[in-house]
């Protein structure tokens, strides 16, 4: 088995968020796959995890001897930041210190670079090969001319599935004390600005119930100002912000689910929540956001794509159509998932 070294912030639970979930599943996978070693910040028990506290940059001594041991093949850097400065700083400095193992990066959104730091980059820092579901980050490496590849995501298609029936919904709307008898139109995601929520508060009414599952991961820095969760509440949505042991009952007691978004920084490339609601068989109305149209387009009548300001008379639409909740197009991307990143790392996958 090729050694693989896999490089990142964070590798510990709840793994509530498409960062470190993507970030695990990865994990999971390179582990039963090849000799793997992690090193992160911030990780679980686990043999091959070494945890360290250095600096940001992961400069450090601790961190070069780790490598030089283990003489890793292959090293995986997947940073949180996503594509900033830093994260090719690191990247740069995890390449000296596992000379010459082939690196690859991986980034799920895009992240604005200053002229002289993308210019940097291009002469200094530029990765060889790279893998994002971002088509705003992709096309900023395809400029920098940086080798890059459009990165599906994987869904746990074993957690987020089909309910049984109607009886089944409406026992798990009781269980999280939600209305039995409204249209009941859900949302993941961080209480920021940049989520668009606001654009929800016209879709609630009497017959229509919002809620919004706020994910107990969110960053300091991504935190929004105090009268987002006012102006929503006082407008009747339902914020849940406990953890949820296990989300997919939110979105099988749900008839949509919804994503405003349209900020290309207040989301990963290709939103999770999105796929797992279609692998819960449950409709979506969202923006025109990354990757989810070229990877699952109108996903057979049960993806309907519009600007926030139409949602309203979208959601008329979709009310109105009929369509199959067994079938998606979310049960193909995880073998393609897979593919993608075996191919970008040169190493055979042999699990199935």
Known sequence: MKKVLLVTEILSPPFDEGIKKTVFNIYS??????NLRVICREGFEDENIKVVKTNPLFFSSEVFSYIRAFKPERVVYFPFASGTFASYLRLKVLSLFSFPSKKVFIA????????????????????????????????????????SSILPLWTDLNRFRLIADSSTKSALRRKYKLPEDKFIISHMGHLNIGRNLHSLIPLQSKEVQIVVVSSTSTPKDALGPEDIRTDLEKNGIIILDHYIDDIAEIYQLSDVYIFPVKAINSSIGMPLSILEARAC?????TTDFGSIKSFMGDDFGNIFYSE??????????????SSNPEQSNVYSLNQEFLNTVYQAIDVKRYTN
């Open 281 to 285: 068989g449950i409709k979506v109305l």
């Open 29 to 34: 996978d390179l582990k039963a796959n090849c």
């Open 108 to 147: 799920l959104q895009a992240k604005k670079l200053k002229p002289w730091q993308k210019l940097f980059v291009q002469l200094f820092l530029k990765p060889k090969s790279a893998l994002t579901p971002s088509p705003d980050l992709h096309k900023i490496w395809d400029e920098m001319s940086i080798k």
């Open 308 to 321: 926030p300001e139409n949602f309203a008379e979208e959601l008329k639409k979709l009310r109105e159509s």
